[in-house]
């Protein structure tokens, strides 16, 4: 019992900032823009995150602008693929070789030079510091950034499927020039799913740095955000599909940690690979094929047949 | 001035808008942290050029750099992207450790057998991305992103295992000295050959304080020799037609199942190549345990793209990129800008290569405003003789 309480602690510990990041790569392809960059975005909100902690003391304000420094990282990814039909694969991985020299040259101008912040403020726990403190249960007294993942994650799906506007981006990213003629302007939906991308790629680099972490560091986002794009593809584009992937990969992260902990006569090393070897084996079992967004990463320019 | 326009339009002018763009406003960010802008540059400048030694290592980091980017843009242009060059290259690396640690025999076998199985290791890597993608239809990405960190594992189960694990080090066993490809390794510290170099100081720079190898030669060969396959060759057009459209191509009758795995292990093998030959030609010729990747393979996705994915292009894409992060060390060390401002500037030149339309489009600009301008002119003339 305790072994299972323990595996959900770590399952939605490790998954939170995974949700967040899948999420934002969900909004951003859908409408027909490819997100190389969530790496990069995360990064950004995660140093945001540290630094607005740090100096407000308030870790909500810290979220919040998190969010807004992901979504102003994002922007020009948006301009270059979005106005200047730029070739977004390349625009993402510029995104995130930019993110990390940004963040470390700004902790290095908040803190001294140091390439990694002090400890700052924590997002509270969903059921208070104190409750069940000392027992197993209290790995499931997890921070609210998960419970917003959640949150964030029904909301996106609301909005994707329920609402004219999810229609609309969802029209913009498969046949961009269809929903033209219908009078949806493709480029303002681009852009707006594109910075809102952003905004949630930095909620989950804050879900780090003040969720779990409490400090900035170099290592602090290292491979969350292309773990989230391949479980944005895992998911198959759709926001629960998203969140069940990061889910998987949190589940078998936390299984690698308890069997590591016990008696079993496996190398650490090898126990460290089970999360990437068991994502590929779940892919070729069970899900296969996976078809993107039709529009997705083609730049879509009027008047263009 | 039209001279200027036309030269906009040309393709290299969007790679050089590009790096201007970079540089500037890396200059102005070492404005912003106080430091001396021209000491900085002066300082970058003497970082790669200042002597023997700092060329030639510029030459060794661009290597696997240039193999990956080849890799890289090779897999770009036939439509697949190959964000696993990081794992094929260091699978590269761990079956060259082992096959060079194993095996020892004369050097004309050794470094053929230790390089091409560290090729052929990367290759196999690859070849199972795009059999999973061909096949399966599950993307590239996904198994690429996967593979690097089962592949970063690996290779500390290597480094840690107990056949291979240097007692008191993070390093495995180095591998045997036959497999070295450095150039003149044993006649630079023979007698004979100290004497020479003593009189000879340019050279002596060259291979005594630098692990000079041929990698680099190999590498600019298979960069000509994988451009002329795309370009020249049959099975270049049926690559690049399968990444242009991949239905018109199987109309065709090209077979896209088998270019994609054919395109994937052809990557794979370039990246495991640079991997083989980075463990042949420097120190310390083996294994290390990895807390993070290493980032050849990521910085093999700026090369090519810097390079625009021409595979020549990337001879002196690479030298560019190597040069700017050794002379960026240099900066960090001698005046003490922070080097993270190298990597923003690396970051912002490959942002704007992405938009191979800016220069055109500044052209436009300099056209529209010339001939608004002219029509003033015009109209001003006609004002004055009326």
Known sequence: MQTVILLLGITLMYATPLVFGALGGVVSERAGVTNIGIEGMMVIGAISAAVTGYFTQNPWIAFIVAGLFGALMALPHAIASVSFAADQTVSGVAINLLAPGIALFACRRFFDGAAMSPMVVKLPRILGEEWMKGTSWANLNVNVSTVIAILLAILVWFVMYKTKWGLRMRAVGEHPAAADTLGINVYKTRYICVLISGMLAGFGGASVTIGIISRFTQTAIAGQGFIALAAVIFGKWTPFGACGACALFGATQALAIILGGGELPIPSTVLSMLPYVMTIVVLVLFVGKSVAPKADGVPYIKGSR | ?386
Not at chain 2, 322 to 341: H, K, N
């Open chain 2, 1 to 386: 001035m039209s001279g200027l326009v036309k030269f906009l339009r040309r393709p290299i002018a969007s790679t050089l808008v590009a790096v201007l763009v970079g540089l500037l406003i890396a200059i102005l960010l070492v404005l912003v942290t106080g430091y001396d802008p021209l000491q900085t540059v002066a300082t970058l400048v003497h970082g790669v050029f200042g002597s023997p030694k700092y060329i030639t290592n510029v030459i060794i980091k661009a290597t696997p750099i240039l193999l990956t980017g080849v890799a890289v843009s090779f897999a770009f242009r036939t439509g697949l992207f190959n964000i696993g060059a990081e794992g094929q290259y260091i699978l590269g690396t761990i079956v060259a450790t082992i096959v060079g640690v194993s095996v020892n025999l004369p050097a004309v076998l050794q470094i053929p057998l230790v390089v091409l199985s560290g090729a052929l290791g990367g290759a196999l890597l690859g070849a199972l991305i795009g059999f999973l993608k061909a096949r399966l239809g599950i993307h590239e990405v996904i198994t690429s992103i996967m593979t690097n960190w089962i592949m970063l594992y690996l290779c500390n189960f290597v480094v840690s295992s107990e056949a291979f694990h240097n007692p008191n080090s993070n390093t495995a066993y180095p591998i045997n000295p036959s497999g070295y490809t450095m150039i003149l390794p044993q006649w630079k510290v023979s007698d004979e050959g100290i004497e020479y170099l003593l009189q000879h100081p340019w050279l002596r720079d060259v291979l005594l304080k630098t692990d000079l190898n041929v990698g680099f030669l190999v590498a600019v060969f298979v960069a000509i020799v994988v451009g002329i396959l795309l370009k020249r060759t049959k099975l270049g057009y049926q690559l690049r037609a399968v990444g242009l459209n991949k239905d018109a191509a199987r109309f065709s009758g090209i077979a896209v199942e088998r270019s994609v795995v054919l395109c994937m292990l052809i990557s794979g093998g370039i990246c495991g190549l640079a991997g083989a030959l980075n463990i042949t030609g420097i120190n310390p010729h083996t294994l290390s345990t990895l807390v993070a990747q290493e980032g050849y393979g990521f910085n093999g996705l700026s090369v090519a793209f810097i390079a625009g994915c021409s595979t020549v292009g990337c001879i002196p894409s690479s030298l560019f990129f190597s040069a700017l992060m050794y002379g960026g060390m240099t900066v960090q060390q001698v005046v003490g800008v922070p080097s993270e401002i190298i990597n923003i500037m690396i970051g912002i030149i490959v942002f704007f290569t992405a938009i191979p339309s800016m220069a055109p489009w500044i052209a436009d600009a300099i056209e529209r405003r010339r001939s608004r301008e002219n029509k003033n002119l015009a109209q001003e003339t006609k004002g004055e003789e009326a």
